[in-house]
């Protein structure tokens, strides 16, 4: 998610649509929202959520995930570290890592991440100072572990085909959705693409 591409519908109307159209994941990505407001949005988010049984995450904010009863984080190589994620959400919570490489997707899975997110694949505005992940890279990342790994940024529906062979699980995307006029038919056009890149 990102409030930034809101316009006239609000979030909820846009991660329904979204969802409704076929997205099977959510993260709530809100970097500069203060923690008691995330939560407040992350109860509203995981109640549409439910309705399409998507897991919802949250980017981060671990204690975000427990005030606000959302399925799992996703939290970044400098963030706080698995070990203590772990320790703080126990067992039954999702937690991704990014893992921009070989190594870390490795260590990433031998600590216990349920996913990984890989990238940036392509020049993306929401992170300014990644260049990005060569394929083959990708590729080897797909191959090294047995847990999902999910492509993340700069994807769109211009771009997403040139991930196909590479043996991702999904793609992570914002404007591609929330940028468009209609998410919702943005999304349906995604998923169908999706189904060709991921065999």
């Keep these: 998610t990102d409030r930034h591409w809101t316009g006239e519908k609000t979030l909820e109307q846009q991660v329904d649509e979204v969802l409704k159209n076929g997205a099977t994941f959510l993260q709530i990505r809100e970097k500069n929202m203060p923690h008691d407001e995330l939560v407040k949005e992350a109860v509203l988010i995981k109640e549409i959520a439910k309705k399409y049984n998507v897991p919802v995450v949250i980017d981060d904010d671990i204690y975000a995930v427990i005030e606000s009863g959302v399925d799992g984080v996703h939290i970044g190589q ?4 698995y070990i203590e994620a772990r320790k703080v959400l126990g067992d039954d919570k999702i937690i991704g890592m990014t893992a921009p490489s070989v190594e870390l997707a490795k260590k990433a899975e031998k600590l216990g991440a349920d996913y990984i997110g890989a990238g940036a694949v392509f020049n993306t505005s929401t992170k300014k100072d990644t260049k990005p992940l060569e394929l083959s890279t990708l590729k080897e990342i797909c191959s090294s572990i047995s847990i999902p790994v999910v492509a993340i940024g700069g994807i769109d529906h211009s771009n997403v085909r040139k991930l196909k062979g ?6 992570a995307v914002i404007s591609a959705l929330f940028g468009a ?9 995604l998923v169908s693409i999706m189904k060709d890149v991921v065999q």
């Design 78 to 81: 400098k963030d706080m570290e």
């Design 166 to 171: 590479t043996d991702i699980d999904g793609v």
């Design 181 to 189: 006029s209609d998410p919702g038919e943005a999304t349906r056009e």
